[in-house]
């Protein structure tokens, strides 16, 4: 058995059965391998970013790491822009990134690099395997790395060599610790701020926004009247009818600073402080009142749900949990526009279904028209860097294929990873991809009079704009083989819409709006 096999065999024992992928002539014993070793299925992308996306939208729904295969150095730097999404999503990835046989290192062959160099800002473990006799065992532990703590992205690079030699077989499974208890002290920190009489924010994040957990931080915020929100940012939700109604801190600055305005203590829980995305001119960093205290119950790889439970008996937590009521938006007339799309969405939500944000204008509106659907989960874009939309929802379609996902997905940034509706086309996913076709980067162009740069001319306008020429969205998911339509007015949106929920596989709706 050589070194990939015995890779191959030890990740599958490990859990992981899934492999993104976008391989070169350095992972052909890996590629090789997978054809030997049944149990790993394995999904081809067309680049990299979308490989790194799709394991992320993959991981959130699973519970479980997908490993990527990847290229050398370019291959990897192509997949770091997601890869960064998922380190700040807490998601688990194994990267196996390919390079070349130790003995040809020395002689700087064209596509040498420093794999560890471009690994480690994306990564929060990395190796590289010495020989053939190690790789099983850092692959075990490469897994056992992903699912440490909050989880995080392990990053495994495979010299050429190292997977065609003979190895010693595959290794066994790595225990995982347990996440750690919160203190008695914690617990009687954040128990003193609720029970203080001043405004106080309970600021859930990561595992706190599951259903079970969200119902008990409902309960403790009820019973001392405290503010229950998620951060802007966040990596999975359980939201709609049925479950507890929550707010997000605002991504505007100045709308954050009024929002939170009047809070004058905060309980993070698997949160951090909240700051705003940028610095601009005259306006804070931080977004919660100056001299605000800040207590932090527990941090994302603790035991999350544990510390809300003693927390609530430590309060007697008895009032019930706000949970949302079952309120569909009534079908839009009249103009096409993002707000009456985000309405045709919530309208028409199948039960069970899983929501892709990034739409970013349209963002607010979306989640507003959805919050009494029919209970789903919400993944949407984490650390900033755009082009996750359409991969995200790949990969969230692989780990769920019976429910239907939804790509709520900004024109500007699904230019990035577009290549993901060929992955969709190729394995069948039932996704509805929702693009938001405004033809400019418009968030861009309040963040140009938000920095303080007035009076842009020309020049600086049309880095903004998408037109000359027109993006044709159908056309581009033709070619990626998804059928496709241009909504034109509200009623052909909601017949698009409805046509595609009802329907097994890939569809494409492009919204000008």
Not at 82 to 98: D, S
Not at 267 to 292: R, T
Request: hydrophobic residues 45%; aromatic residues 4%.
């Amino acid at each position: 058995m050589n070194g990939a096999e015995s890779l191959v065999r030890t990740l599958i024992a490990s859990g992981i059965d899934t492999c993104f992928a976008n391989p070169g002539t350095s992972e052909m014993h890996f590629v090789a391998a997978l054809d030997r070793v049944p149990g790993m299925r394995c999904v081809l992308g067309l680049f990299e970013g979308v490989v790194s996306g799709a394991a992320d939208g993959y991981a959130r729904m699973a519970d479980k790491p997908a490993a990527t295969l990847l290229h050398l150095g370019p291959g990897l730097g192509n997949a770091l822009a997601n890869l960064h999404n998922a380190r700040k999503a807490n998601t688990p990835i194994v990267n196996i990134v390919g390079d070349h046989a130790t003995h040809h290192a020395v002689y700087d062959a064209p596509l040498s690099s420093d794999v560890e160099g471009v690994a480690r800002p994306m990564s929060d473990w990395v190796r590289t395997s010495k020989d053939a006799r190690a790789v099983a065992r850092d692959g075990a532990e490469a897994v056992a790395a992903a699912l440490s703590g909050a989880g995080g992205v392990a990053t495994l690079i495979l010299p050429a060599d190292t997977a065609w030699n003979e190895s010693d077989g595959p290794a066994p499974r790595l225990a995982l610790p347990t996440r750690p208890k919160v203190s008695d002290e914690a617990l009687k920190e954040a128990a003193t701020a609720l029970r203080s009489g001043e405004p106080t924010l309970l600021l859930v994040g990561g595992r706190a926004l599951r259903a079970r957990p969200l119902e008990l931080a409902s309960r403790i915020a009820q019973t001392h009247g405290a503010r229950l929100m998620a951060p802007t940012s966040n990596a999975r939700i359980a939201r709609g009818a049925g479950r507890v109604a929550l707010e997000r801190v605002f991504y505007p600055v100045t709308d954050a600073l009024a929002q939170l305005g009047e809070v004058r203590r905060v309980v993070l829980v698997g949160a951090q402080e909240p700051v705003a995305f940028f610095a601009y001119p005259g306006k804070p960093s931080l977004v919660l009142p100056p001299d605000c205290p800040v207590h932090r119950l527990a941090a994302p790889q603790d035991d999350i749900e544990d510390a809300l439970e003693r927390l609530a008996d430590l309060i007697g937590a008895g009032a019930p949990p706000v949970l949302q009521a079952p309120a569909r938006p009534a079908l839009p007339t009249g103009a096409l526009s993002a707000e009456a799309a985000a309405a045709v969405v919530g309208a028409l939500l199948p039960e069970d279904a899983i929501l892709i944000d990034e739409s970013i204008n349209a963002a607010g509106f979306c989640y507003r028209h959805t919050a009494g659907a029919p209970a789903h989960d919400w993944l949407q874009l984490t650390g900033g860097s755009i082009g996750i939309g359409l991969p995200l929802a790949t990969g969230a379609a692989v780990a769920c294929p019976e429910r239907r996902t939804v790509a709520l997905q900004a024109d500007g940034s699904g230019m990035y990873t577009l290549q993901a509706l060929w992955t969709q086309a190729r394995e069948n996913l039932n996704v509805t991809n929702i693009i938001f076709a405004n033809r400019a980067y418009q968030s861009l162009e309040t963040e140009l009079f938000n920095v303080g740069a007035l009076n842009p001319g020309r020049t600086a306008l049309d880095m903004l704009d998408l037109r000359r020429p027109d993006l044709d969205w159908v056309k581009l998911a033709g070619g990626m083989g998804v059928e496709a339509a241009r909504a034109d007015s509200v009623e052909r949106l909601i017949e698009l819409v409805g046509t595609s929920f009802s329907q097994p596989g890939p569809f494409l709706i492009e919204v000008p709006c």
